[in-house]
């Protein structure tokens, strides 16, 4: 390979490995000061020069090659395909074509990135290498979220009694979470060194320090069954007593570390509630007077009196009783791209507009926040369908990859379903709309098509 090439391939991938961490900075603090837009300018630069160069004259099979990294997957291609070409001519029938034109910023900007990493990935190393990007993002996001709240730094500090970035904290911690989870598939099956545990170590203590924080009551669910799924897989990995008391003092420590960060924020956060109030103090932060922001602590308390599913429950009832009055044709197809939002904005429910008083009438702010729900309502049984589908068969791919590689079967079926999950009680555009959910079905498919190698002491990358 020549020279040139070399070193423009390395700074590709340099570059989309800093924008892929700049996509999560953004998505947990929902700004970065223009850093991932000039990343994407300079990376739309490099792939252009990359997608000429691969795809010359001289390499007439390039374009089956670069598919080929697939894995011949081509029943979750195809179902994606299908399903966005559906939503996409939805437009034409939809009460609201401004909504969907704002949700293609982001279908765009996926499949951008999605092109990037099918030119740039055709080696496990360099998609370790992109799971490391979510790894590192999210880790150095918590810890900046603790610094930024003891200084009241640059950021705004949304809430007094919750450690978040953005004051959605449920899109915060579940961007923090998946890039926790591809920290831990990393370290499970890397080779242990000093470096390497005590990095961890730090990483996971902080990282569920802030999660904990977050008050996420969702994330607060699905972290004990994550944990210890993958506590079972890290210590069942290891081949002899050495390796598994270092793991095993790995996971004391990163405890160790939790606990004392929580019992220190929360101390200090009750200091910062008793002099400035509730809902931020400092410079940049948000006014209001509080009186229900609530600890993590009172938060996670709802979940046993019930109250978790309150809001949702009143919003999907809605969209349900909305769906049912629909004519046959409108079951089957729809009433258009937006519908989902614009039923809020016309619906007269005393009960939605006490809940949701703060939002003072504006238009477009509410959604079915189920993509199940707003399938329904924007395409139909049609889309509901394809959606449902395109998912299960990515859930089969997941447990195909598992026959190969357990570990990374695990993360990829792990990943899907904090995705799918939250999309079902969340998301306001749906699957389309998350940007997670781009790159891991992406990730799972590649994963089935790469070759897997053995490291030097006989243990598989992908094991």
């Known amino acids: 390979m020549p020279k040139f090439w070399e070193s423009r391939e390395n700074l590709f991938g340099a570059v989309l490995w800093l924008t892929l961490g700049a996509v999560v900075f953004e998505l947990a603090a929902t700004f970065s000061y223009r850093i991932l837009d000039l990343l994407l300018i300079l990376l739309a630069i490099l792939f252009l020069v990359s997608a000429i160069d691969y795809l010359r004259p001289s390499r007439p099979g390039a374009v089956a090659e670069l598919f080929g990294r697939l894995g011949g997957r081509w029943i979750a291609v195809a179902l994606l395909a299908a399903y966005l070409l559906y939503d996409l001519s939805s437009l034409l029938w939809s009460p609201a074509p401004a909504y969907g034109m704002s949700k293609y ?6 499949i951008f990135l999605s092109a990037c990493i099918l030119l740039y990935v055709d080696s496990v190393p360099k998609l370790r290498a992109l799971l490391l990007s979510l790894g590192v993002a999210s880790g150095v996001t918590a810890a900046f ?7 009241a730094g640059p950021f705004p500090v949304r809430y007094t009694l919750r450690l978040t970035l953005r004051s959605d904290y449920n899109v915060f911690a579940t961007t923090l979470l998946l890039g926790l989870l591809c920290a831990i598939y990393l370290f499970t099956t890397a080779k242990f060194t000093v470096m390497r545990c005590i990095l961890f170590a730090l990483d996971l203590g902080v990282t569920l320090t802030v999660l904990y924080l977050s008050a996420s009551r969702r994330i607060f669910l699905m972290l004990p ?5 993958w506590l079972c897989v890290l210590l069942f990995r290891q081949k002899s007593w050495r390796e598994l008391a270092t793991a095993i003092g790995v996971i004391l420590a990163a405890g160790l570390l939790f606990w004392g960060g929580v019992w220190a924020m929360q101390n200090q956060m009750r200091i910062r509630y008793e002099e400035y109030g509730s809902f931020g103090f400092g410079q940049g932060s948000i006014g209001g007077n509080g009186s229900t922001e609530g600890s993590a602590v009172d938060r996670y308390e709802t979940v046993t009196e019930g109250g978790l599913l309150q809001k949702r429950g009143l919003i999907w009832g809605i969209a349900w009783e909305d769906y049912q009055q629909f004519s046959l044709t409108e079951k089957l197809f729809g009433r258009g791209f937006g519908y989902d939002i614009v039923l809020y904005d016309e619906v007269e429910n005393d009960e939605l507009a006490q809940e949701y008083a703060h939002l003072n009438g504006q238009k477009g702010l509410l959604s079915a926040h189920s993509f199940l729900l707003a399938d329904l309502l924007n395409g139909g049984i049609v889309k509901a369908v394809l959606g449902l589908a395109l998912m299960l068969t990515l859930a089969w791919d997941c447990i195909v990859l598992c026959r ?3 570990p990374a079967g695990a993360l990829m079926g792990n990943a899907l379903a904090v ?4 999309s079902l009680v969340s998301n306001r555009f749906g699957l389309l709309y998350d940007k997670f ?3 891991f079905a992406l990730f799972l498919l590649l994963a089935l098509g790469l070759p897997i190698r053995q490291e ?6 992908f094991s």
């Open 456 to 461: 030097p002491h006989q243990r598989r990358v």
């Open 419 to 422: 995705v799918a999950l939250g």
């Open 105 to 110: 910023k982001v279908v765009v900007l996926m």
């Open 404 to 406: 190969r590689s357990f």
């Open 145 to 151: 979220s603790i610094v930024n709240y003891l200084l």
């Open 437 to 439: 959910f781009w790159l």
């Open 225 to 229: 069954p994550i944990l210890l799924f």
